[in-house]
């Protein structure tokens, strides 16, 4: 799931995820999802990581399936941007 992207800074880091929360302004909450093998039993086990990401253009809703990637820090816990929407589900609920 993770990817590097050649930029003219070097190499970025991408992920995708869903968005759980776009209540603030300019900011949206992403939900990644990864498979670890759990080091004892050797069953995959579901972590989920949730990053803050910048959303210049404020226009995305819970339930979309998103690609980040990782930039400067735009702030104290957000230092990842959307990169593109992948997916929009039929019965995402509208921002107010």
């Known amino acids: 799931m993770t990817q590097t992207k050649q930029n003219k800074?070097?190499?970025?880091?991408?992920?995708?995820g869903t968005v759980v929360?776009?209540?603030a302004n300019r900011?949206?909450?992403?939900?990644?999802?990864?498979l670890v093998k759990h080091p004892r039993y050797g069953k995959y086990v579901r972590k989920t990581t949730r990053l803050n990401v910048?959303?210049?253009?404020?226009?995305?809703?819970?339930?979309?399936?998103?690609?980040i990637i990782q930039c400067r820090p735009v702030s104290k816990t957000k230092s990842w941007r959307i990169f593109k929407l992948i997916d929009r589900p039929e019965?995402?609920?509208e921002m107010a």
């Open 21 to 23: 929360s776009a209540k």
């Open 9 to 16: 800074r070097g190499l970025a880091r991408t992920l995708t």
């Open 27 to 34: 900011t949206i909450s992403v939900a990644v999802t990864r």
């Open 91 to 93: 019965g995402a609920e």
């Open 54 to 67: 910048h959303d210049p253009q404020d226009n995305s809703r819970v339930g979309d399936k998103v690609q």
